[in-house]
């Protein structure tokens, strides 16, 4: 018996698949899942900003930043990339990342 994904499954599989491609190294599958995200779905940063972090060319990177930061400008990953690859803010002015939040 077949077995048929929805569109959102679908959509979320190519995300999810491309996310772990692009954090394994195979930047090539990871472009080609993520680039199949992008046009499946306009209304998610998410594979836009994987796509920045697996590009190598600064134009690219800041085409895919600006993607990101259209659809979600609250997005303070998105933001904060692009802030440092324009140049308007510097690394060292950043301050360390937070992985988690415990509560106290």
């Given at each position: 018996?077949?077995?048929?994904?929805?569109?959102?499954?679908?959509?979320?599989?190519?995300?999810?698949?491309?996310?772990?491609?692009?954090?394994?190294?195979?930047?090539?599958?990871?472009?080609?899942?993520l680039?199949?995200?992008?046009?499946?779905?306009?209304?998610?940063?998410?594979?836009?900003?994987w796509?920045?972090?697996?590009?190598?060319?600064?134009?690219?990177?800041?085409?895919?930043?600006?993607?990101?930061?259209?659809?979600?400008?609250?997005?303070?990953?998105?933001?904060?990339?692009?802030?440092?690859?324009?140049?308007?803010?510097?690394?060292?002015?950043?301050?360390?990342?937070?992985?988690?939040?415990?509560?106290?």
């Amino acid at each position: 018996m077949a077995s048929f994904d929805s569109p959102q499954n679908e959509y979320d599989n190519y995300v999810r698949d491309g996310i772990n491609a692009a954090k394994n190294g195979s930047n090539r599958l990871a472009r080609r899942l993520l680039e199949s995200a992008t046009r499946m779905r306009a209304g998610d940063a998410r594979p836009w900003l994987w796509l920045a972090k697996i590009t190598a060319d600064p134009d690219e990177k800041r085409d895919c930043l600006e993607e990101a930061v259209a659809i979600e400008p609250g997005n303070a990953a998105a933001r904060r990339e692009l802030a440092l690859l324009t140049g308007k803010i510097q690394p060292e002015d950043l301050l360390p990342q937070v992985e988690s939040v415990q509560a106290f």
